[in-house]
């Protein structure tokens, strides 16, 4: 059984990663009000978890050339460690967002590309195919898991309980790195820093003024920032439309980059001419809609399960396991039928399955979200992520040979984490901004006094903070509402928060469909085989 420990160590580490994407969801409104903080705040702070590594991922599989895939295994590991210490003792949200987003998404960029080249290292032949099952097993494991132990930590002791195991869990791995076998010899190569410095630019620019458009409007400025006390709008337009007009130019100027330092013969950080291939740019299209969607769910579900029903973290990890159980077994499901059937139609089949739970979801949007019905888009929802799951990863490493499987590793782990950077900068914000409008015309069209209309108009302006419903009548009382206004007020908030809610799962309708597009470039052929020659083809 010893050859089995080397799977063991890694597969902690990859449980600790996949967990930590999914236990902040279910324990936001403790988070916020641990804090003293706000939805929206904990909304970039989810986003830039994920936003970080997408932007930093390519660079962390070339430091593993480098440096050695178990020196960066290490490495990543403490950097994580460290993060996760300081998330845990974070005494506000600015430190949470340092500790969490930024330092253990750096420390994951060499964390995640390490732990497959790992596995392949110190595994051969049959041993490799169970290793790496294994690898996934614990992942699908943490996925099913995540909620219900954020639920229940959270719940009955502590969300930063959570944070203090992963720095145990992740120094017993870097304390037990040792047996792990480092076979692939460093490669002495220069790292393009312009490379870096556009790709992450062009990524944090893009997926920043998503996440902002709920203040500032997409097109015609809501809210006009002030700069050194100055308003910017350039040209009367909102900053979120300049961000991501400026985010596509670096990302432009990015694969500019790499064509001329293939031209000089250096080092691309990436190879960008495999986008030249079809099914790997197919697949890693529908791999980045699939983790939006994700992402979108388990970012607007748990706000309205505990801001509009007060549940508590263990109560909405309880509601969202139907999803993460379908996806783990459907995952399996989708890799038995992709014996007779093509990844194609596997993939079509997920996609059409999802469109049709994000309709059950939206018709399960009630004041009580309808138990049985949402429970069933939930479920339907995972068993259509499952399927995808199940076909995306064969199909890309599939799409080349097996020389670019690293960089390949690299490029799924960026659109995986920007998918999930987009769903949670997306939907996030249609959920805030739909609740915003919501709110305001409810109040105008209600029967409440002019000067209380006035009153509310003037103290929501600048948009409306997602606070518990409950909390919603002694807020309004507090601001010199009469009780009868207070409570008018509580039930349109109420009802503004349920077609928000509506809105966010159209959205997701949307994507759903959207993706349909990006499939038709996925393997007919029963049985993907890897590719052998060489040469790129569209």
């Not at 593993?64 to 005494?91: E, N």
């Not at 990863?393 to 670019?404: I, Q």
Request: hydrophobic share 50%; aromatic share 8%.
């Amino acid at each position: 059984m010893k050859k089995w420990n080397v799977v063991f160590v890694l597969g902690c580490a990859q449980f600790v990663m996949v967990l930590d994407g999914t236990v902040m969801n279910v324990s936001i409104s403790t988070v916020v009000d641990d804090l003293d903080t706000t939805v929206a705040a904990m909304q970039g702070a989810i986003t830039f978890y994920t936003l970080t590594m997408a932007a930093f991922m390519l660079l962390g599989a070339k430091l593993g050339d480098v440096w050695g895939r178990r020196r960066a295994f290490v490495i990543g590991s403490c950097v994580y460690a460290a993060g996760s210490l300081v998330t845990a003792l974070s005494p506000n949200v600015q430190t949470l967002f340092l500790g969490w987003s930024v330092i253990e998404g750096l420390g994951a960029v060499l964390v995640i590309p390490a732990i497959a080249a790992l596995v392949a290292d110190n595994y051969h032949g049959r041993d490799r195919v169970t290793a790496f099952a294994v690898v996934g097993a614990v992942s699908g494991a943490a996925v099913a898991a995540g909620p219900l132990i954020g639920g229940f930590v959270t719940t009955y002791f502590d969300w930063r309980y959570v944070f203090v195991a992963e720095v145990v869990i992740m120094l017993g791995v870097v304390l037990c790195a040792r047996i792990i076998t480092d076979a692939t010899r460093r490669r002495s190569i220069r790292i393009d820093v312009l490379s870096v410095g556009l790709s992450s630019a062009g990524l944090v620019l893009v997926v920043l003024g998503m996440l902002q458009s709920k203040t500032w409007g997409w097109v015609l400025p809501l809210k006009i920032p002030l700069i050194g006390g100055v308003s910017v709008a350039p040209l009367g337009i909102s900053l979120t439309a300049w961000f991501i007009v400026a985010g596509v130019a670096f990302l432009t100027l990015f694969v500019v980059r790499q064509r001329r330092l293939v031209r000089t013969a250096r080092p691309p950080l990436l190879n960008v001419e495999m986008f030249t291939l079809t099914s790997l740019r197919s697949g890693l299209a529908v791999l980045g809609a699939q983790y939006t969607v994700t992402a979108g769910l388990f970012f607007m579900v748990p706000v309205y399960l505990q801001m509009t029903l007060g549940l508590d973290a263990l109560q909405t990890g309880i509601r969202i396991f139907p999803l993460s159980v379908a996806l783990v077994l459907f995952s399996i499901v989708g890799t038995a039928l992709s014996k007779r059937m093509s990844p194609r139609a596997i993939v079509r089949t997920g996609q059409l399955l999802l469109v049709f739970s994000a309709f059950i979801l939206l018709g399960s949007a009630t004041s009580d979200l309808r138990g049985g019905l949402f429970a069933l888009g939930m479920f339907l929802s995972g068993a259509a992520l499952g399927l995808l799951a199940s076909q995306l990863g064969n199909v890309n490493m599939s799409s080349v040979t097996e020389k670019e499987t690293s960089e390949v590793g690299g490029l799924q782990g960026v659109f995986q984490n920007l998918g999930s950077s987009l769903g949670t900068a997306l939907i996030g914000s249609i959920l805030i901004g739909a609740l915003s409008t919501s709110f305001a015309s409810g109040v105008a069209g209600s029967d409440l006094p002019t000067e209380t209309k006035q009153t509310v108009s003037n103290s929501t302006q600048n948009g409306v903070t997602i606070v518990p419903s409950a909390d919603v009548a002694q807020i309004a009382e507090d601001a010199g509402l009469d009780d009868a206004a207070a409570e008018q007020l509580a039930e349109i908030y109420r009802d503004s928060q349920l077609s928000s809610l509506r809105i966010a799962f159209f959205g997701l309708i949307v994507i759903s469909l959207l993706s349909l597009f990006f499939s038709r470039g996925i393997p007919t052929e029963i049985e993907v085989r890897r590719r052998r020659a060489p040469e790129y083809a569209g």
